[in-house]
């Protein structure tokens, strides 16, 4: 899933693509999509893409776009919409349904009781918990219907969050990678909208009308994760205001490894 997370809201913080219209935002986004596919050689001829669906704004600018660029690609692969019903009892995954039904792309909604599980093991900190539980069922279900790709709805703005999550609380140097196989090689996530912004996002879900499903989860907006993940995307913002190309400075950065200037003694140095 894209962010199960997602807020219901609509309203447009400011930004850049505030006043884009959709068009030119539509060619924006399509560029940059286009390249990181290229780049990171995501989709080839055959493919059978699973599309993680949570109703939220990131996930519906995936279908989108894929979906765009499935009818103008030389090559050919099939999309395949998917939502985890997390059993939380606000969440409707109705709308998600119809959307895709009314797309023509086959669409299915999984069952997973996640509700029932943050509940029964409070000790364990349930986004981890969450996100692990939903990622299982979707490599489960890709596995068992051939699927060899998983599409997410992660963004630039994700990568980068992630990326000083980890630093400033794990202790590690990693964001979401763009593209990764399973170590058996059973299953591909791709993350084609790595290089948009989210607020380029968030309009094009808006301008298109795709409805907004909240998750429905008691937590959003609570729990410890989620209150890291505001301040980090604060100080971004905070950051952003001095230093507009901070985000795609931070892009080429991921892309710019210095091994031999990092102070792990396990890797090769790559200069
Ligand atoms: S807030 Fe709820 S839905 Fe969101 S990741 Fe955490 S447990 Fe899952």
Redesign the pocket.
């Given at each position: 899933m894209s962010n199960?997370?997602a807020l219901p809201s609509l309203a447009l913080p400011p930004g850049r693509s505030e006043f884009l219209a959709l068009p030119k935002l539509e060619e924006r986004i399509r560029r940059r999509v286009g390249v990181c596919v290229h780049e990171f050689n995501l989709i080839q001829d055959g493919d059978r893409i699973l599309v993680g669906l949570s109703g939220g704004k990131d996930s519906w600018a995936l279908l989108d776009v894929l979906e765009s660029l499935r009818r103008r690609a030389p090559i050919a692969f099939e999309l395949f919409g998917v939502t985890i019903d997390?059993g939380?009892p606000r969440f409707n995954p109705d709308r998600i349904a119809e959307v895709c039904e009314a797309k023509g792309i086959p669409h299915r909604i999984l069952p997973a009781p996640?509700d029932t599980m943050?509940r029964k093991r409070p000790e364990v900190t349930?986004?981890a918990?969450?996100?692990r539980f939903?990622r299982g069922v979707l490599y489960s279900h890709a596995k068992e219907h051939g699927y060899n790709k998983i599409a997410l709805g992660h963004h630039l703005d994700d990568l980068i969050e992630t990326l000083l999550l980890n630093q400033f609380f794990g202790g590690r140097l990693a964001t979401m990678p763009i593209k990764l196989t399973s170590d058996d090689g059973g299953n591909t996530v791709i993350r084609p909208l790595g290089t948009c912004e989210e607020e380029d996002l968030r309009r094009l879900a808006w301008l298109k009308g795709y409805p907004i499903v909240p998750?429905g989860?008691?937590?959003?907006?609570?729990?410890v994760?989620?209150s890291r993940r505001a301040q980090v995307k604060a100080l971004v913002a905070q950051l952003r205001e001095t230093i507009p190309d901070l985000k795609f400075s931070m892009l080429k950065a991921m892309k710019n490894v210095k091994t031999s200037h990092l102070l792990d003694g396990r890797l090769p140095p790559i200069t």
């Open positions: 199960p997370c997390p939380f996640i943050v349930p986004c918990m969450c996100s939903r998750c989860c008691p937590l959003c907006g609570a729990s994760l989620e």
